[in-house]
Nanobody, 124 residues
Framework: QVQLVESGGGLVQAGGSLRLSCAAS????????MGWFRQAPGKEREFVSA????????YYGDSVKGRFTISRDNAKNMVSLQMNSLKPEDTAVYYC?????????????????WGQGTQVTVSS
């Protein structure tokens, strides 16, 4: 059974940092792009970051570029998102997603599996 389990969310003050992790099982992890998306209440799901199968090509949404860093460890079937200089507008549920392709994309439609999400709340 496919599982993507996010962890590391929580409450943090503006300017602080959090590291999210996603543990994958039941799927071919090392051949897929992986991504992070987020969704705030009443808002559409937003692209945050993506990483290709080998971890050498990354993409970031404009709102997080320069503050967030995505990485992966194929030996551990894990992908992480280091979140620095957090802002209140970063508050959302963050979702880990496994791509249907080996190269990362910006579009949710290109991801085959999704985690349950982890809440990130940034106070001002």
């Amino acid at each position: 059974q496919v599982q993507l389990v996010e962890s590391g969310g929580g409450l943090v003050q503006a300017g602080g940092s959090l590291r999210l992790s996603c543990a994958a099982s039941g799927l071919t992890f090392s051949t897929r792009a992986m991504g992070w998306f987020r969704q705030a209440p009443g808002k559409e799901r937003e692209f945050v970051s993506a990483i290709n199968w080998s971890g050498d090509i990354t993409y970031y949404g404009d709102s997080v570029k320069g503050r967030f860093t995505i990485s992966r460890d194929n030996a551990k079937n894990m992908v992480s998102l280091q979140m620095n200089s957090l802002k209140p507008e970063d508050t959302a549920v963050y979702y880990c997603a496994a791509g249907a392709y080996s190269r990362g994309t910006y579009y949710g439609r290109d991801y085959e599996y999704w985690g349950q999400g982890t809440q990130v709340t940034v106070s001002s």
